[in-house]
């Protein structure tokens, strides 16, 4: 049998059948729209009510602070245009990080089109924010900060509780883009002063087309569609209410029993690191070991490109993903793997592995049997190897 | 994205004339590394002719795949023929690229090119 091992978790993940069980119903009889009167309108009104709840929960919310979208990026984008618009009278100025999924940083260099100054603070070299910068980027008119809770390339998790100390002591907004967070780590809005935290459902077993905004009651917001009262008139459009069940449903298991799941992630994350240091010379393991994504992997193979890496892997059986140019549609590789200070011929040359737990020891065996013939394979075609 | 064809894939697992030419009289590099590919082109010419060629490339699967097929397409012509391969010709061979990786099949031209320009230089120098 051939061999199917995925290994690509934080690009999406499978779908659980227990997930799907309870969508369903309102993919077929229970078609109602939410805002009708009839019994299955109702039945779909509750259906996402419970699903509010459920998220609220995981988040140590309040069921009235959940604002459903269609995923991470709507979540981004609302919460980072609809803070700065409703806020422009208040300030001009927003603080961000140069390690932001694009769903933030393209947001944020539209604000900058539309007049509002940006700060992208740097990271250090094992890919997390110095506070002390943040303390000094802050300024009289800033209005919000937007910082990732951890970086979705390098796994990283950033310094949240002291950031949210201070922009709770200034009373300014603090927006975390938790997509790769939620589900992997445990996270209280209240704890971590967050403002608005955005969250994916498909990144922890929902299905795709699906998240929310968290908006902290108090938050000056605009509305993001507009339209019908759906979303307590902020977000109009007739809801994607399976979607919703789905997302409700998936938050509540994924963020049940988040200590055993991230101790078997980390067992596979840290084996895998140990394995290809030993196995594979001249790699370098990207971002911070300790402050890491429980499930992330993300190294450099000197010599070698990334897309030809992922290639060679599928040929045996196995999804990753890479930062290289080549994978990323444009000539440059990823701006974290450049953030965190690696030279070009180097970022070109990444690897991330994300893991699941249905991923299993075997697998990291497995990988790391195939992967080393692999860069050997490529770096013998390498005209840069002659050169070192 | 976009996906490879069959031919693409084929000359990029099983890539051909891959290596170095230890007596080459005609090596060409393009490309850099920050862009993410290089390709290395040796040659051995005898009467004009490319009697041998192998190639090094650090670079994506297109980059690879297009490498392959020139030295294939180049193999035993003489220099004046191979000077007449453009980059259209390279991906039209591999039954086509995705648009977004049309720039390796120029460095395919470029390099066996680059290493034309260095036999003819040499060939100029021995001649002073």
Redesign the interface.
């Known amino acids: 049998m051939s061999k199917n091992i995925y290994l690509d978790n934080s690009a999406t993940t499978k779908l659980n059948p227990i997930v799907l069980d309870e969508m369903m119903p309102y993919l077929k009889d229970m078609y109602g729209n939410a805002s009708s009167i009839y019994s299955i309108g109702r039945e779909s009104r509750k259906a996402i009510d419970k699903a509010r709840d459920r998220v609220a929960n995981a988040l140590n919310a309040n069921s009235s602070e959940i604002f459903f979208t269609n995923g991470g990026t709507e979540s981004d984008n609302w919460a980072i245009k609809g803070v700065a618009f409703a806020n422009r009278k208040k300030g001009n100025h927003i603080i961000t990080t140069n390690i932001e999924h694009h769903a933030v940083l393209h947001t944020c260099q539209y604000l900058e089109k539309n007049g509002f100054e940006v700060t992208y603070l740097p990271v250090k070299e094992n890919g997390i924010v110095d506070v002390n910068d943040f303390k000094k980027a802050l300024r009289k008119d800033t209005i919000l900060v937007s910082v990732m809770f951890a970086n979705n390339e390098i796994g990283t998790v950033q310094p949240i509780k002291e950031i949210g100390e201070i922009t709770k002591e200034k009373g300014i907004y603090f927006h975390t883009d938790a997509v790769q967070a939620v589900g992997n780590i445990p996270i209280d809005v209240n704890e971590l002063n967050i403002d608005l935290l955005s969250l994916s459902a498909h990144k922890f077993n929902g299905p795709k087309g699906v998240g929310a905004l968290y908006i902290r009651r108090g938050v000056n917001i605009e509305a993001f569609l507009h339209g019908g009262a759906q979303e307590r008139n902020r977000r109009a459009g007739t809801e994607n209410v399976a979607g919703i069940v789905g997302l409700g449903k998936a938050i509540e298991i994924a963020t049940k029993d988040i200590e055993k799941k991230s101790k078997k992630l980390i067992e596979l994350r840290d084996m895998t690191i140990k394995g290809l240091l030993e196995k594979i010379p001249d790699t370098r393991v990207n971002g911070d070991l300790q402050k890491r994504l429980p499930g992330n992997v993300n190294v450099c193979f000197k010599y070698i490109e990334g897309e030809s890496i992922l290639l060679l892997l599928d040929m045996k059986g196995v999804c990753a993903s890479s930062g290289s140019a080549c994978t990323s549609g444009s000539l440059d590789p990823s701006h974290v793997l450049l953030a965190i200070g690696l030279p070009h011929e180097i970022a070109h040359g990444s690897l991330r592995l994300t893991f699941s737990t249905e991923n299993s020891k075997d697998d990291v065996e497995y990988l790391l049997d195939i992967l080393p013939p692999i860069v050997q394979r490529l770096r013998d075609m390498s005209p840069l190897i002659s050169k070192h | 994205?976009e996906g490879y064809s069959e031919k693409v894939?084929d000359h990029?697992?099983n890539?051909r004339n891959?290596g170095?030419l230890e007596d080459a009289n005609a090596v060409g590099?393009v490309g850099n590394?920050?862009?993410?590919?290089?390709?290395?082109m040796y040659m051995k010419i005898e009467d004009e002719v490319i009697v041998d060629v192998k190639f090094?490339?650090?670079?994506?699967?297109?980059?690879?795949a297009t490498s392959s097929m020139v030295t294939e397409l180049i193999k035993g012509k003489t220099i004046e023929e191979a000077m007449k391969i453009t980059n259209q010709r390279v991906a039209e061979a591999l039954d086509g690229l995705p648009p977004?990786?049309m720039h390796c099949s120029n460095l395919a031209e470029s390099a066996v090119k680059a290493a034309i320009d260095n036999y003819r230089e040499k060939q100029n120098g021995e001649k002073k």
């Open positions: 994205m894939m990029f697992f890539p891959v170095t590099e590394a920050r862009c993410g590919d290089i390709m290395k090094q490339t650090f670079g994506c699967g297109a980059a690879v977004v990786k």
